[in-house]
């Protein structure tokens, strides 16, 4: 059975701070995608990870993909406000049926 | 057109009920999906159609039963439900390669049971 865990699972911090969340696995996954969620809305999709060791930037937001490709992490940089949110990782299902399986989530939470 | 369109928005219904939920995307995806979220918890699969089939069915119980009339629309049809299903429910769309490509969500439907 395929698993992400991802830590922390909360996080609270202050308006400026760095910030950094993991997604581990035991297995390999072909890609590994980070979303975000709003509160009552649906998770927007960030980035695709596919190659080991990919760096990718979105503005302050840098994301990795191990050497192996069993684990990424997401960093934050001078974290504000507008990036609270609930951040899932997520990862193709070996089978290829389309299913994704997900981290547990990291709720963010960035204190003015 | 990028979107996932999920109606309605809100819905709160009594257990002796019936009633639908409707999805709806442009993009051109084969492949859509049905997840319900708890609060601060991450989707979880119920179904997934590919190219209008049911491929997945995560053992979800009999009284939620999808529904794709065609490749641009999904329903997901409730009888009988309990307050425990109370939960966002996501419907989202993809290329057949989401494991590279990613899920287009839609913003939910936040169902009450009373």
């Given at each position: 059975?395929?698993?992400?865990?991802?830590?922390?699972?909360?996080?609270?911090?202050?308006?400026?701070?760095?910030?950094?969340?993991?997604?581990?696995?035991?297995?390999?996954?072909?890609?590994?995608?980070?979303?975000?969620?709003?509160?009552?809305?649906?998770?927007?999709?960030?980035?695709?990870?596919?190659?080991?060791?990919?760096?990718?930037?979105l503005?302050?937001?840098?994301?990795?993909?191990?050497?192996?490709?069993?684990?990424?992490?997401?960093?934050i940089?001078?974290?504000?406000?507008?990036?609270?949110?609930?951040?899932?990782?997520?990862?193709?299902?070996?089978?290829?049926?389309?299913k994704?399986?997900?981290?547990?989530?990291?709720?963010?939470?960035?204190?003015? | 057109?990028?979107?996932?369109?999920?109606?309605?928005?809100?819905?709160?219904?009594?257990?002796?009920n019936?009633?639908?939920?409707?999805?709806?995307?442009?993009?051109?995806h084969?492949?859509?999906?049905?997840?319900?979220?708890?609060?601060?918890?991450?989707?979880?699969?119920?179904?997934?159609?590919?190219?209008?089939?049911?491929?997945?069915?995560?053992?979800?119980?009999?009284?939620?039963?999808?529904?794709?009339?065609?490749?641009s629309?999904?329903?997901?049809?409730?009888?009988?439900?309990?307050?425990?299903?109370?939960a966002?429910?996501?419907?989202?769309?993809?290329?057949?390669?989401?494991?590279?490509?990613?899920?287009?969500?839609?913003?939910?439907?936040?169902?009450?049971?009373?």
């Amino acid at each position: 059975t395929q698993l992400l865990e991802q830590s922390p699972q909360f996080l609270s911090i202050q308006e400026g701070e760095n910030l950094t969340v993991y997604c581990n696995s035991s297995s390999v996954f072909s890609s590994l995608q980070w979303y975000r969620q709003e509160p009552g809305e649906g998770p927007v999709l960030l980035v695709t990870v596919v190659t080991g060791g990919e760096v990718k930037k979105l503005k302050r937001l840098t994301f990795q993909f191990g050497d192996a490709r069993k684990d990424s992490s997401l960093h934050i940089t001078a974290a504000q406000p507008g990036d609270t949110g609930l951040y899932l990782c997520a990862g193709g299902s070996s089978s290829n049926t389309g299913k994704l399986i997900f981290g547990q989530g990291t709720t963010l939470q960035v204190k003015p | 057109d990028t979107e996932v369109t999920q109606t309605p928005k809100h819905l709160v219904m009594g257990m002796t009920n019936k009633k639908s939920l409707k999805c709806e995307q442009h993009m051109g995806h084969r492949a859509m999906y049905w997840y319900k979220q708890k609060a601060k918890k991450p989707p979880e699969l119920m179904f997934v159609y590919s190219y209008e089939k049911l491929s997945i069915n995560e053992s979800v119980p009999s009284r939620f039963s999808p529904e794709c009339p065609n490749s641009s629309l999904l329903n997901l049809h409730l009888h009988a439900l309990q307050p425990e299903d109370s939960a966002l429910y996501l419907c989202a769309s993809s290329s057949t390669g989401a494991r590279d490509y990613g899920y287009t969500f839609g913003s939910g439907t936040r169902l009450t049971v009373v």
